[in-house]
């Protein structure tokens, strides 16, 4: 099973880091989505969390408030069986952003307004804005 790390990215102001895929993406281009990946082998859950948030956005959680979320199983996605943790990832302020060639465009959205796309992430996604 293949492990991977997502991350909700919460701003002091209480707005979410929404990420547009590039129509290069290898997974549903075009679309909607979060910053975090697959986690590589030796790395654990956060590790591979911090390495990817740093790969597509140039955010260092090093400072951050993190939190598990919750996990899923998504068995065939993409052809693969995944584990997905998702975290919550608090900002003291608004940190830069910068894309790399996996995404397009970003955007800081309010919580009530954020929607993310896709059967894997939108059920969790659900739970932790139904929470608040």
């Not at 591979?48 to 408030?65: P, W, Y």
């Amino acid at each position: 099973m293949i492990r991977g790390s997502k991350a909700i990215v919460v701003d002091s102001d209480g707005f979410v880091l929404i990420l547009q895929r590039s129509n290069t993406h290898p997974h549903v281009p075009l679309t909607l989505d979060i910053p975090g990946g697959e986690v590589e082998d030796g790395e654990t859950m956060i590790e591979g969390l911090a390495r990817e948030l740093r790969e597509e956005t140039g955010i260092d959680i090093a400072s951050a408030n993190v939190r598990l979320l919750g996990s899923k199983d998504a068995f065939g996605y993409y052809g693969n069986d995944y584990h997905i943790e998702l975290y919550e990832v608090v900002c003291e302020n608004r940190p830069d952003v910068l894309l790399d060639y996996e995404h397009d465009t970003f955007e800081w959205t309010p919580l009530a307004d954020a929607k993310i796309l896709g059967a894997l992430y939108e059920p969790l996604f659900y739970e932790y804005t139904r929470a608040l």
